[in-house]
């Protein structure tokens, strides 16, 4: 994996295919090639380790063009990064294909296929659907009819994009648990793995739903679901900008990105997890091996980033029963810290340059940890080049300096790296999927949330003229509490600090006056009934409550108490996600009123590259 673009016309699709694949490099790649059907009839195909720049120098020294191609960006999990594990892979008969996931099966597949006679040129699970397709052709099948056999026969996640010499004028595509959308134009259609390669030759878009096959030609596209049956996929236009750098009709880079991160985190977890389970191998070759091996676990991070590694903390020891400490790691380097056998190390970072957390990773090859995890957001940065694994955020970019959807997508990594973990510390497959499917579901609970924005937008002129706020949460919501606090001192300049609830009656309640605003977040959850008790306290001593609450919490408005009901009821693992939305929209309105400069606040930068 990582992407996937294609196309069949009558012009050449080169250019095409390549700026597609520069349209995904945000979403992290080790190599990147392509295949396209050239003028005299065969498949020529040109792949290049690193940079879509490379494989353009070595497109330049080639005669290639071609109406129809596919194109790949790699991203390594089968064989290491190399041109031989690059994407198109081919069989005999002038087979290519492109495929995004992991195919679970693949060795028991690929050694069906050696014993037939099949020689490999790569170590990847691809070339086995490659293999795979052309033994079902040699059986009499057309090429549509061998993908549709081959799919049967696999295992895993995949999004397929097959071409072959001997049918010019046809794609077959085929989905399942890994997006794959067909661009339609003028006699001229298109292939990707995400919408945003296409945006400059299309808006109109078809989307394969699970299980679909299709047969995409120049005059049209056939389509036949998992059951076999014809199916008439809709065609639906994108209002997605072209320019991901642009804010559109936003007034701000925040809000936008605040209301993209339903499709960041979906983005995120695409690929990655299938029919109710996580694939472990997203998170690198060596991932396996490491998470077996795994007895604690170590975050570092910085900012909002550690917020992120504390919700995971929580996770993390109550789902998996491991031990798991989270350090700001412009702290971590001083504290000389004592490392358990084997200990695995997880740095979180947006911009994945990081001084600190940089810092504290090379400190860390020193220390004896078992092995080092990156969650980042920068697929060229130094965290994710210097780390052995990797589980790459696919927000884009964050244009805005307080981040948003780098955060909500480092919690969809970090729900995804514990199941990882329980898998091998004794979780039972009915507790996978359960989490898996509560993973799935976020995006649609945070697309549900942003429609408080309207209520929110008039609660923000209530905290235009105060000069401190405090704010609650309990459980893994007291880092989204401090989440919380963070953007509101960040954008509007105001004072805000965040406690557990229960910490209140050690301090904080003597900061409780008229003048103080208490935002709190009130999943109904185990620790609900502790949570009201703090917040009768906090009304004891004349203290506004501003509550975000679940519909089933009991929770009611009040002299003094500001209830703001959440759509609906959501798990303990997705709350920290869902309820730190509100909160983004909170201090965005607030800021706004304010008149600070929402998306380049003072003092401070988007990537903090010294210590």
């Known amino acids: 994996m990582c992407g996937i673009v294609g196309a069949i016309a009558n012009r050449n699709v080169l250019p095409v295919l390549i700026d597609g694949l520069e349209r995904l490099e945000y979403r992290g790649y080790d190599s990147a090639g392509v295949a396209v059907l050239n003028g005299d009839g065969h498949v020529h195909r040109v792949r290049a380790v690193g940079k879509v720049e490379r494989l353009k120098s070595a497109l330049a020294a ?12 790699r991203w390594a999990t089968h064989g290491e990064p190399s041109e031989r594990n690059a994407h198109p892979h081919v069989s005999h008969s002038g087979i290519a294909i492109v495929h995004n996931g992991i195919i679970e099966n693949h ?24 293999h795979r397709i052309h033994m079902h052709l040699a059986g009499g099948d057309d090429l549509f009819a061998a993908v549709r056999a081959t799919v049967a026969e696999l295992t895993g996640a995949y999004a397929l994009v097959v071409m072959s010499e001997k049918d010019p004028d046809l794609l077959v595509l085929a989905r399942a648990g890994c997006p794959v959308a067909i661009g339609i134009g003028v006699n001229e259609c298109f292939v990707a793995s995400d919408v945003s390669a296409l945006l400059p030759v299309t808006r109109d878009f078809i989307f394969l739903e699970e299980g679909d096959v299709a047969a995409v030609r120049r ?5 036949i679901d998992a059951r076999g049956a014809a199916q008439n996929r809709p065609v639906r236009r994108s209002e997605l900008s072209a320019d991901a750098a642009d804010k559109g009709d936003y007034p701000h880079f925040m809000l936008k990105e605040i209301h993209e991160q339903a499709r960041a985190v979906a983005q995120t977890l695409e690929e990655r997890v299938a029919g109710g389970k996580l694939l472990e191998a997203a998170f690198g070759p060596a991932a396996i091996r490491v998470l077996a091996r795994t ?24 789902i998996c029963r491991l031990p798991c400490w989270v350090d700001i790691a412009s702290e971590f380097r001083y504290r000389k810290p004592v490392v358990p056998k084997n200990t695995l190390l997880v740095t979180i970072s947006q911009s994945g340059e990081t001084a600190d957390t940089l810092a504290a990773l090379r400190l860390a090859k020193e220390l004896g940890y078992l092995s080092s995890l990156a969650i980042c957001n920068a697929p060229e940065s130094s965290l994710v080049r210097e780390s052995e694994l990797t589980m790459l955020t696919r927000a884009g970019p964050e244009i805005g300096v307080a981040s948003t959807k780098a955060f909500t997508t480092q919690l969809a990594a970090l729900g995804m790296l514990c199941v990882a973990l329980g898998k091998h510390h004794g979780m039972a497959k009915e507790l996978e999927h359960r989490l898996v499917t ?16 309207p209520v929110i937008a008039t609660l923000a002129h209530e905290f235009v003229n105060k000069r401190h706020a405090l704010f609650l949460g309990r459980g893994a919501l007291s880092a989204i509490a401090m989440e919380g606090a963070l953007k509101l001192k960040e954008i509007s300049y105001i004072h805000a600090e965040a406690y557990a609830a229960g910490e209140l ?21 185990e620790l609900l009934e502790k ?10 001593r004349g203290g506004e409550l ?9 929770i009611v408005p009040s002299d003094g108490v500001n209830v703001i009901t959440m759509p609906r009821h959501v798990s303990s693992f997705q709350a920290p996600a869902v309820y730190t939305i509100p909160l983004q929209l909170l201090a965005y309105h607030v800021a706004v009123l304010r008149g600070t400069d929402v998306d380049k606040p003072r003092n401070l930068a988007k990537s903090v590259t010294v210590e």
């Open 546 to 554: 501003y509550v975000f609450a679940d519909p089933e919490s009991g």
């Open 219 to 223: 005059g049209g596209v056939t389509i």
């Open 438 to 453: 509560r993973l799935i579901e976020t995006p649609r609970l945070i697309e549900q949330t942003l429609a408080l924005e």
């Open 505 to 525: 009656k050690h301090g904080p309640l003597a900061l409780v006056d008229a003048e103080m605003p208490v935002v709190t977040v009130a999943p109904n959850n």
């Open 295 to 318: 007895e604690a676990v170590q975050i570092v991070a910085c900012g909002t980033s550690w917020h992120a590694g504390l919700v995971a903390r929580y996770w993390i020891e109550q």
């Open 62 to 73: 080639e005669a290639l063009s071609g109406f129809l191609g596919i194109a790949h960006t």
């Open 531 to 540: 949570l009201k008790s703090n917040l009768q306290e906090v009304r004891a």
């Open 107 to 130: 060795e028991e597949l690929r050694r069906d296929l050696s014993a037939r006679g099949y020689a490999f040129s790569s170590d990847t699970d691809t070339e086995v659907i490659a």
